[in-house]
């Protein structure tokens, strides 16, 4: 399984700004799209943001002009910058491909807690 190691998440008043890392397996990231996940609790596991192999970005509704997700080939690693954060951006964030599916492997994930 590939490993997926997420980190940078905390505790942060609403309007605050976290930014999360993302160590990806060399062949995991240059032949995928990768995303950002979370899941809230009693929700269900969802795509917040992606980026192609070619750089290109997608974003969920919830969180576009908030967030943005970056990579850098040379470390294998993925950002994600969130900004003007708010109460339910509360979840666990985890990395993984784009299409990753529930019974893949999936890593710790990184806890981001938004206090109104």
């Known amino acids: 399984q590939v490993p997926l190691v997420e980190s940078g998440g905390g505790l942060v008043q609403a309007g605050g700004s976290l930014r999360l890392s993302c160590a990806a397996s060399?062949?995991?990231?240059?032949?995928?799209?990768l995303g950002w996940y979370r899941q809230a609790p009693g929700k269900q596991r969802e795509l917040v943001a992606a980026i192609g192999s070619s750089g290109n970005t997608n974003y969920a509704d919830s969180v576009k002009g908030r967030f943005t997700i970056s990579r850098d080939n040379a470390k294998n690693t993925v950002y994600l910058q969130m900004n003007s954060l708010k109460p339910e951006d509360t979840a666990v964030y985890y990395c993984?491909?784009?299409?990753?599916?529930?019974?893949?492997?999936w890593g710790q994930g990184t806890q981001v807690t938004v206090s109104s």
């Open positions: 993984n491909t784009a299409q990753a599916r529930n019974y893949d492997y």
């Open positions: 060399r062949m995991l990231f240059r032949f995928n799209a």
